[in-house]
């Protein structure tokens, strides 16, 4: 089996996301970078797929060439290929990189043949356009379905489900298929000194891909307003449980 | 006009649907628009009142076999054709799961650009305001584009009715479509769990990484069970598999609204914060003064959550 699963390189901020003074981007002075939540699990998912049914699984993606070091993570739990279509850094609009993408998994398909199933995150962290896995998956002809929280192969059928306020749905689609995953679909592991070890001898694919930009133009990022809140401190350790209590009580909690 | 499209689970009505009809208003006021709704897979008469009690002037509804249920692919192209054919100024879905979903497979048909969750739209020059980061970030874009795809951000606006509701006249669409659409339609579903979920619970006790174990949450369940609530984690306890990630609140976990939100142990990162500012009261427990959960808390315990929270199940049992 032949997954490909596209992840995005996204800082990790704290307690708060500063942006830069033109208002072009996060502050990432401080910052360090992560690979997206749901497509950490993608990636997992990939992973546990080729273990249960063989194959193979590339990890894409489109960033800085310092995103690079997302797919040495994901060698580093088991992924085999990392390929990176390489941007100066700036922000692409959603059809711009979902053109983008199209054309890179286009290649790799042209050379090592048709991937069976394409991972996608349900959002990117950053971003959260919610669209590039549907944008890429229509332009391969693929059938896609996100909010994926379980994925199970039989011969060639995906069956997928995805999570509903009461319970899940199933989904039933034919490979080549495409899904959208959440957080949540596993538990990603951590890498293991083997995975180190993989993940320094990753040979990095590069695919140089230009893309026209979409409708979309970014003008400025800026933060929400503040919370502001007196904090009442009800009193320091065990001592303050009838404190807390009085106050569940006024609260109508009790 | 500007056409909203009707979210719904086999004939019910989604909040999210009400949102965006709300939102839709008063859109479509400053567009000088009217507005409509399209009803995807339905005709049920409550669906069609309850969009114009929500201010829709006319509902275009379709019915075709392979929109007999809830399907990404077949919703999208039911949108895509509208588009052409209708002329609407604007599409506006809910900024759901599948509400975005939709909209991206209509955006992907129709190669334009798509905004998702947004929540100021300036419908000159279309100057918009949408959410990143889970609701930590903010965006203004702009758009060039002859039919703006929109959603409006999850719980952007409080759904409400119009002040004075209209009984839209119905228009059936006829669609042609491709019976290879039910590719992804929905096949089956299972029903899980009635009752109290973590996104609807009155009462929520949330544990981080301060727990320091899967066992170290039996006092926070203990608590959560006195006051008929539940527990919650941030994602330092679901990565480190103390509990399963169907409990985490945060920006890739649950959105949680109770009256009052518990929080132990945990820092208050920006994107456990998203997922906990929609509590009407937060208290928060935790060592560090100068955490920010409590500097975002109504009210703090200073303290260690080992001893702070048996005691406070033991004062209530006590009060009983
Ligand atoms: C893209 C992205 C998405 C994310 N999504 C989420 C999400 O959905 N939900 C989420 O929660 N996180 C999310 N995170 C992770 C987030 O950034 C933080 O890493 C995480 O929330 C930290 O969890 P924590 O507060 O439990 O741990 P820490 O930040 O380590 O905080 C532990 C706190 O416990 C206190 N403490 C320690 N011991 C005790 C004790 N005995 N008694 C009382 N207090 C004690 C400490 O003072 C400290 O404040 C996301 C991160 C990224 C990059
Ligand atoms: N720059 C990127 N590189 C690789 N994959 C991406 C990139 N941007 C988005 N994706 C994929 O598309 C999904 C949806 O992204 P978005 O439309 O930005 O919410 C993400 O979860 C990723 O799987």
């Given at each position: 089996m032949r997954i490909c699963c596209c992840v995005k390189r996204v800082p990790a901020p704290g307690a708060r996301i500063n942006v830069t003074a033109d208002g072009q981007a996060v502050d990432v002075a401080h910052l360090g970078f992560t690979t997206s939540p749901h497509e950490e699990c993608g990636v997992e998912e990939a992973v546990q797929l080729t273990e249960a049914h063989g194959g193979e699984v590339t990890v894409l993606t489109l960033g800085p060439p310092e995103a690079a070091e997302q797919l040495r993570y994901a060698a580093s739990v088991g992924a085999h290929h990392g390929v990176l279509v390489p941007t100066d850094g700036s922000a692409w609009d959603p059809q711009r990189t979902a053109r983008a993408l199209t054309s890179a998994i286009e290649t790799l398909e042209e050379a090592g043949g048709p991937f069976d199933l394409l991972i996608f995150g349900n959002e990117s962290a950053d971003s959260g356009g919610f669209q590039v896995g549907v944008r890429v998956a229509f332009a391969l002809g693929r059938p896609i379905v996100g909010g994926i929280k379980g994925i199970e192969i039989d011969g060639t059928t995906v069956r997928a489900r995805r999570q509903t306020d009461a319970g899940f749905e199933v989904y039933e689609m034919f490979m080549p298929a495409?899904?959208?995953?959440?957080?949540?679909?596993?538990?990603?592991?951590?890498?293991?000194?083997?995975?180190?070890?993989?993940?320094?001898?990753?040979?990095?694919?590069?695919?140089?891909?230009?893309?026209?930009?979409?409708?979309q133009s970014m003008r400025r990022l800026h933060r929400p307003a503040d919370v502001v809140s007196e904090t009442v401190i009800l009193g320091e350790g065990p001592a303050a449980a009838s404190a807390v209590v009085d106050v569940l009580a006024d609260l109508g909690v009790l | 006009m500007l056409l909203v499209i009707l979210e719904h689970d086999q004939g019910v009505m989604a909040e999210a649907a009400r949102e965006a009809l709300t939102f839709g208003r008063t859109l479509a006021g400053r567009m000088g628009v009217p507005m409509h709704a399209a009803l995807i897979g339905s005709e049920e008469a409550a669906l069609v009142a309850e969009a114009g009690a929500h201010g829709a002037g006319v509902v275009h509804t379709v019915v075709h076999p392979v929109l007999s249920d809830f399907g990404p692919e077949a919703w999208g192209e039911v949108i895509a054709v509208m588009v052409p054919r209708l002329a609407p100024a604007a599409v506006l879905a809910g900024g759901s799961d599948r509400g975005n979903e939709v909209m991206a497979q209509a955006a992907a048909r129709l190669?334009?650009?798509?905004?998702?969750?947004?929540?100021?739209?300036?419908?000159?020059?279309?100057?918009?305001?949408?959410?990143?980061?889970?609701?930590?970030?903010?965006?203004?874009?702009?758009?060039?584009?002859?039919?703006?795809?929109?959603?409006?951000?999850?719980?952007?606006?409080?759904?409400?009715?119009?002040?004075?509701?209209?009984?839209?006249?119905?228009?059936?669409?006829?669609?042609?479509?491709?019976?290879?659409?039910?590719?992804?339609?929905?096949?089956?579903?299972?029903?899980?769990?009635?009752?109290?979920?973590?996104?609807?619970?009155?009462?929520?006790?949330?544990?981080?990484?301060?727990?320091?174990?899967?066992?170290?949450?039996?006092?926070?369940?203990?608590?959560?069970?006195?006051?008929?609530?539940?527990?919650?984690?941030?994602?330092?306890?679901?990565?480190?598999?103390?509990?399963?990630?169907?409990?985490?609140?945060?920006?890739?976990?649950?959105?949680?609204?109770?009256?009052?939100?518990?929080?132990?142990?945990?820092?208050?990162?920006?994107?456990?914060?998203?997922?906990?500012?929609?509590?009407?009261?937060?208290?928060?427990?935790?060592?560090?003064?100068?955490?920010?959960?409590v500097q975002k808390a109504d009210w703090a315990v200073i303290g260690d959550l080992h001893e702070v929270i048996p005691a406070i199940s033991e004062e209530i049992r006590s009060r009983r």
């Amino acid at each position: 089996m032949r997954i490909c699963c596209c992840v995005k390189r996204v800082p990790a901020p704290g307690a708060r996301i500063n942006v830069t003074a033109d208002g072009q981007a996060v502050d990432v002075a401080h910052l360090g970078f992560t690979t997206s939540p749901h497509e950490e699990c993608g990636v997992e998912e990939a992973v546990q797929l080729t273990e249960a049914h063989g194959g193979e699984v590339t990890v894409l993606t489109l960033g800085p060439p310092e995103a690079a070091e997302q797919l040495r993570y994901a060698a580093s739990v088991g992924a085999h290929h990392g390929v990176l279509v390489p941007t100066d850094g700036s922000a692409w609009d959603p059809q711009r990189t979902a053109r983008a993408l199209t054309s890179a998994i286009e290649t790799l398909e042209e050379a090592g043949g048709p991937f069976d199933l394409l991972i996608f995150g349900n959002e990117s962290a950053d971003s959260g356009g919610f669209q590039v896995g549907v944008r890429v998956a229509f332009a391969l002809g693929r059938p896609i379905v996100g909010g994926i929280k379980g994925i199970e192969i039989d011969g060639t059928t995906v069956r997928a489900r995805r999570q509903t306020d009461a319970g899940f749905e199933v989904y039933e689609m034919f490979m080549p298929a495409a899904v959208g995953v959440k957080e949540g679909i596993n538990l990603p592991r951590y890498p293991t000194m083997r995975g180190r070890l993989a993940s320094k001898r990753l040979e990095v694919g590069e695919l140089a891909i230009e893309a026209p930009q979409g409708g979309q133009s970014m003008r400025r990022l800026h933060r929400p307003a503040d919370v502001v809140s007196e904090t009442v401190i009800l009193g320091e350790g065990p001592a303050a449980a009838s404190a807390v209590v009085d106050v569940l009580a006024d609260l109508g909690v009790l | 006009m500007l056409l909203v499209i009707l979210e719904h689970d086999q004939g019910v009505m989604a909040e999210a649907a009400r949102e965006a009809l709300t939102f839709g208003r008063t859109l479509a006021g400053r567009m000088g628009v009217p507005m409509h709704a399209a009803l995807i897979g339905s005709e049920e008469a409550a669906l069609v009142a309850e969009a114009g009690a929500h201010g829709a002037g006319v509902v275009h509804t379709v019915v075709h076999p392979v929109l007999s249920d809830f399907g990404p692919e077949a919703w999208g192209e039911v949108i895509a054709v509208m588009v052409p054919r209708l002329a609407p100024a604007a599409v506006l879905a809910g900024g759901s799961d599948r509400g975005n979903e939709v909209m991206a497979q209509a955006a992907a048909r129709l190669d334009a650009p798509f905004v998702a969750n947004c929540l100021d739209v300036d419908p000159a020059g279309w100057s918009i305001t949408r959410i990143q980061w889970g609701g930590s970030l903010l965006e203004d874009v702009t758009l060039s584009v002859d039919v703006p795809l929109l959603s409006c951000g999850l719980h952007a606006v409080a759904a409400e009715a119009a002040e004075t509701p209209t009984e839209p006249a119905v228009e059936e669409f006829e669609a042609d479509l491709d019976a290879a659409l039910s590719r992804t339609v929905v096949r089956d579903r299972v029903v899980l769990s009635a009752g109290v979920t973590l996104s609807t619970a009155p009462v929520v006790v949330g544990g981080g990484r301060g727990v320091g174990s899967a066992e170290g949450f039996a006092p926070l369940e203990d608590l959560a069970d006195l006051l008929g609530g539940k527990v919650g984690c941030s994602r330092a306890v679901t990565n480190n598999g103390w509990r399963p990630h169907s409990d985490q609140v945060g920006q890739t976990g649950t959105r949680i609204a109770p009256e009052i939100y518990i929080a132990s142990g945990i820092s208050g990162a920006i994107q456990h914060w998203v997922g906990a500012m929609g509590s009407k009261h937060i208290l928060a427990i935790n060592l560090d003064p100068e955490a920010n959960i409590v500097q975002k808390a109504d009210w703090a315990v200073i303290g260690d959550l080992h001893e702070v929270i048996p005691a406070i199940s033991e004062e209530i049992r006590s009060r009983r």
